[in-house]
């Protein structure tokens, strides 16, 4: 077990839809990090928070967006849903904001749209 | 450009075989990461080694930052250890902001 707390494990929709992701970090992180596991990309880096701050960008769509509360939870929001947006979604947290860090995965929420 | 690359893609081994998993990256790192993603799905932590060599049981890592590589080392496989073994890294400069970058993973199948 990492400590780090994702929900739900498995979430089926429609094309069109609208769903959010929700992620605990470890006690004592102040990062989190999204992360898509795709079939034809691979693992991909969507975006990071830091106290409650966007640090980071990686392949995120316009459709999709992200949040840090102040209880350091993150929500990842996926709207206009497409079939291609089937995939693994993790989330993974850290202690601080320089990469060297160790990053700690949860168990994914596995999306498929139909 | 900025580059995670393993080696090999795929590996069948009996159980009990020992094996080397490989990982070359192309510029210097803060971090680096061995995960197992068994067959469920889930990213297990293997090592943080973005130098230096580590032991844990079977297990065990080195990275050679000059050279740009690191090792994963499995002895006396078994079935459990079946799976996709990721390597990440954190580039110093540029390429990433913190982030892992992931390679392509080497599959494992261990035979009984």
């Known amino acids: 077990d990492s400590g780090v707390t994702q929900t739900p494990k498995h979430l089926i929709t429609a094309t069109g839809q609208r769903v959010t992701l929700r992620c605990s970090p470890r006690s004592g992180d102040l990062s989190v990090y999204w992360y898509q596991q795709s079939l034809d990309q691979g693992l991909q880096f969507l975006i990071q928070?830091?106290?409650?701050?966007?640090?980071a960008k990686g392949n995120i769509l316009e459709r999709f967006s992200a949040q840090q509360f102040p209880d350091l939870h993150s929500e990842l929001n996926l709207s206009s849903l497409e079939l291609g947006d089937s995939a693994l979604y993790f989330c993974?947290?850290?202690?601080?904001?320089?990469?060297?860090?160790?990053?700690?995965f949860g168990p994914g929420t596995r999306l498929t749209v139909l | 450009g900025i580059q995670v690359e393993q080696s090999p893609p795929d590996l069948i081994l009996q159980e009990g075989a020992n094996s080397t998993l490989r990982c070359n990256f192309s510029d210097s790192v803060n971090n680096l990461q061995w995960f197992h993603q068994n067959p469920w799905g889930q990213l297990i932590n293997l090592f943080y080694i973005p130098s230096g060599t580590k032991q844990n049981g079977r297990l065990s890592a080195t990275t050679v930052a000059t050279e740009r590589y690191s090792l994963l080392y499995i002895s006396s496989s078994q079935t459990t250890d079946s799976g996709v073994y990721f390597c990440?890294?954190?580039?110093?400069?540029?390429?990433?902001?913190?982030?892992?970058?992931f390679g392509k993973g080497t599959k494992l199948s261990v035979k009984p």
């Open positions: 928070y830091y106290n409650g701050e966007e640090r």
């Open positions: 990440a890294v954190v580039f110093s400069l540029g390429g990433s902001q913190g982030n892992l970058i």
């Open positions: 993974a947290s850290s202690v601080g904001i320089s990469g060297r860090d160790t990053q700690y």
